[in-house]
């Protein structure tokens, strides 16, 4: 998610300016116009008289006029030429009818306008789209934007306006000690600016919120008991869930949440789509699978499970029927009963495992596919119930042409954690589609996590006709939510409940969380570092005026950045250094935003995040899991070959003792001391330091303790003031081996075990991405947040580690704050978030 414009705080009234001065509080990006009724030839020919020329573009200038009870958008002559939507009039005309001041301006491309009009072939499509620029007297910007951020109108930057009216804009994010020294710092030309992009993700979240309370089918389904052999009872909800999936594969859906339709037309019987509206005179099957998308803690593995025991008889007749078959796919060697589950790591297949070990005994048969002594005999392959896998050891496979899981075709398909295929674009997500199953399933708690189309691409993995095609999705979906149509969340609501599952833990009446704010004040040493700081970003930022590197730009962002990185280690930060600034923004980069910035890995082909290892001879990025992958498929004395050039030239490589990671001796809180003497002093004071530890001793023999941190060094600080208390603590993050992480696991759920767990938000850590996604932690009774993150939905996911099935009592959580600085701003907009989305993530 693209972060808030930090700026100063620009509505403030500046000593010299006059408080009536008109100037220009910003734009709305993008506003649907229905055209009037006019035709077409005498449009283009009135926009062709228009044309203003603007920077070497052909910009067109339209006025808006209030009416009684909608707003118009006009030519210079006052001919009309179209209406806003009613929001606009709803935010915007009682601001017209009441500051005399207060003008709109409607600013388009005349190419874009005139090609979208040659477009509409009949009056249903009669609608553009342009910015609408807001301008007003000076004194009475706060209070019009106070207004407009009710009505979830959002300003952003205006790409042509006045220039004559000065640009003020009341929404940006405000840090007054910044100060704001050019446009052009933050005029990276984006589509959408910061401010933008947060609304477009607000309505997104209100989408979903609004799907997830309109769905009916969890309401009226029915309990299935599980097989007999079953050795963990079904809780009330997982009967539910067992019900809804039976009816998925088998095709016995309730009639009400079928998606064909029948119908009659011209006296003919049919079958129409309720979403595409997609006719066939033969009634379409809707089997096959769908998505489990419960919350994280609620049994969706049990689940399956319980499923797949309940269907053994269903799988061998089946497979045994395929073979039987006279005519098959030609790169299908094998038909297989066998249950196909694909995970994010190596780490989450001995989960599985253990699961089946726990809830089902011996009643499987199962293979652990993974490792350079997997199975290779694709008889003995099919001749099983269960198969666990990982992403990477399918990609890897299948991109060599070695695949043995590609030439059987499964009973059944299980991605788990389906949302790592979300990205259509990425190797996963094409090498699961090329699967061959009778039926598809996908357990994730957010099918839809920044975008629409992430659970479009599950509905493409499921073959859901016709959303089998992703680019239905787009038309029938994501571009209607782009042009304002109010028909996605019906939409959406109609798909949800044919193909998807989704409860949270409400319905499971948990103690749930006690979370508290810890506000905290610097010392006078720390104010003054913290604002030496900031005059040194200040002269950093005059001196990158009109610069810009798109993958290194050092602007406001990364600025507010280095606030933050300050906030928790205080004096013990050393002072900014030139030579080390990209040290230390590297990492800042990788989880600043509270997802992750990505880079693609070599290897995987993955978005990853930033914090990757390198081949020192031929440059090529791969990440932690491919290294790792590498590592089990290889002899100890083979070196380790480049993923990406690895058959081009054998030369280029690594040797797995060369890169600490891997290392089986290395220790990976004890970071390397170089790095630690450029990035800390010796001794220094750090408020919140001191408070963490003086909380985590509280109580502590009583509860144990998990704390959170989206920095490795915050991390590294942590265990150096918890040593120096004689805390005894585990931790995990991006360098611990997957192989480790269990182990730490099971120490810290331990009794007798460590009181203390640090963990990294990073994605190849603990809670976000694929490195240790389902890994659950409900030992934790305490939950400290060292930082506030600007997604608030990375801390619900780390949070929900410690919530699970049978907790007992309230989990606390405690989340700390700097008075004074960035953070108190950001957790401001956190909890404006936190209303808008109203989501468990």
Known sequence: MLLPEIVQDSYSTSPGLPENEQVCYGMIYQVDVKLSEINMPKLNSKLQQEVQITAAEQILSFTVERKVDHLTIAFSDGVTLGLLSDSMFEALGPIMERESSFFLEGVASKNLLRDRIGKISKSSERKIRMDINLYGSRDTTKKIGDELSLKKVWLQKPDNYKTNFPYTNPHVVKFPEIKHVSAGVTDTRRTLDEKGQLAKQDKIQQIVSDVHVSLQRARELETTSGDRRLQTPLLDHQQRALTFMKQRESGNIPEKYRLWQKSSLEGQEMYIHRVTKTRSTLKPEEMGGGILADDMGMGKSLCLLALLLDTLDEGRQWAQQKHSEEYHNSAIERYSRATLVIVPSALLINNWLQEVRTHLGGALKWIKYHGVTREKDLDVLTDSDLIVTTYQTLCYEFGNKRSKLHKIEWYRVVLDEAHVIRRPSNTFHSTCLELEARSRWCLTGTPIQNRLLDIGALFAFLRADPFHNITQFRRFIVLPFEQGAGVVTDRLVLLYDSLCLRRNKDILCLPGTDERERPLQFSPEEMKQYQSTLRTLQRSMSEKVSQYDKHREFGLFQAQLQLRILCNHGTYQKPFSWKRMMLQIDES????????????????????????????????????????????????????????????????????????????????????????????????????????????????????????????????????????????????????????????????????GSRVLLSEYSPVSMTTGTGAIGLNIPAARRVFILEPQWNPSVENQAIARTTRLNQKEKVLVIRYRIEDTVETEMLSQQKEKRVIAKIAW
């Open 589 to 752: 980069l990788a989880v600043g935003s509270g997802t992750s910035f990505e880079a693609r890995c070599d290897g995987c082909e993955q978005p990853k995040p930033a914090l990757v290892i390198t081949t020192n001879s031929c440059g090529h990025f791969f990440c932690t899991s491919c290294l790792e992958y590498l590592e089990d498929i290889l002899k100890p004395t083979d070196s380790m070959p480049c993923p990406r050039c690895h058959y081009k030239d054998a030369a280029k490589c690594l040797r797995t003792d060369a890169i600490p990671a891997l290392n089986k001796n290395h220790r990976p809180h004890h970071r390397d001391a170089l790095t630690r003497k450029l990035y800390f002093k010796d001794v220094g004071i750090s408020t919140k330091m001191n408070a963490l530890v003086h909380d985590v001793k509280d109580r502590m023999e009583e509860m144990k303790s998990i704390v959170f941190s989206c920095w490795t060094h915050t991390m590294d600080l942590v265990g150096r003031h918890l040593e120096r208390a004689g805390i005894d603590y585990l931790r995990i993050d991006g360098d611990t081996l997957m192989s480790k992480r269990q182990h730490v696991l099971d120490e810290f759920d331990k009794d007798s």
